[in-house]
């Protein structure tokens, strides 16, 4: 199983497969999740068919599924068809491609936590998300954190789905950090259910998708909290661009970052 995976740019597959190669990385994509896309097979096509000059196999990568506006918890029938809409299409996709897995977002409000709503957002994720999962046994299907304000919420999900074998949570740890809760807050909560990680860095107030140690956030307590948990899961380092990538994933060797070791000294 691949431990790392790069967000792989169209117009530089020879410099991404070169780096993919020499660390071992898997790709996400990041092309998908467009309406223009979603509703237009030939774009789709196309897209693929690109992937496919430098890739003949798919079924170790993964991709970021329709998360802008999708809201699967909506009250309002026309929302929430629409949101379940896009998140078939995404799933159609990556069993076109024959993807391993896809990332969603939770569409929560962020720090609105009303009883109903709540109730809501967790009857109705594990309805609609139990039955994709039966319906795409081959695709694993991830829920990312987004600005949600803390790790409780996914935690209770995760906890009535952990019977679905193909349904787990994604952390992105960068997320995580711009929220008031702990690292260890979010790993020690999240940790039964982590099956997948996006990193990147920023300045703790707003997410800059920065390269991995260009920012503020404490890499040595993110390797210490995912070792010390026991989290077996692989990172997405979601960084834009040849350059941004290859420096994060330097970083991350030299100071041995999950799922990095550090090396010994001579």
Not at 146 to 156: I, K, L, Q, R, S
Not at 255 to 263: L, R, S, V
Request: hydrophobic share 40%; charged share 30%; proline share 4%.
């Amino acid at each position: 199983m691949n431990k790392l995976y790069l967000v792989p740019d169209r117009a530089d597959m020879d410099r991404m497969c070169g780096l993919a190669k020499e660390y071992g990385c898997a790709f996400e994509y990041n092309d998908f999740y467009i309406a223009d896309v979603m509703d237009e097979p030939k774009k789709q096509a196309e897209i693929i068919a690109d992937y496919g000059k430098n890739k003949n196999d798919f079924s170790g990568d993964t991709m970021h599924g329709a998360f802008l506006d999708v809201t699967i918890h909506s009250d309002d029938p026309l929302i929430r068809d629409a949101s379940m809409l896009r998140v078939r299409q995404s799933m159609e996709i990556a069993k076109r491609m024959g993807l391993k897995g896809v990332v969603f977002h939770t569409g929560r409000l962020a720090g609105f936590r009303a009883p109903n709503y709540l109730r809501n957002w967790c009857d109705r994720n594990i309805s609609f998300f139990t039955e994709i999962a039966m319906q795409y046994p081959e695709q694993q299907i991830y829920m990312e954190n987004m600005f949600d304000e803390a790790p409780d919420v996914m935690a209770g999900l995760a906890e009535k789905m952990k019977g679905i074998e193909n349904f787990g949570i994604c952390l992105d740890y960068a997320h995580a950090m711009l929220s008031r809760c702990s690292a260890k807050e979010w790993i020690e909560t999240l940790a039964p259910y982590i099956r997948h990680m996006h990193i990147n860095d920023n300045d703790l107030k707003n997410d800059l998708h920065l390269p991995v140690g260009a920012g503020q956030l404490d890499w040595q307590e993110f390797d210490r909290l995912i070792r010390q948990y026991r989290i077996d899961a692989p990172v997405l380092v979601e960084v834009s661009g040849y350059e941004a990538q290859k420096k994060s994933l330097e970083y991350m060797k030299q100071h041995g970052i999950y799922p990095m070791e550090k090396e010994r000294e001579k």
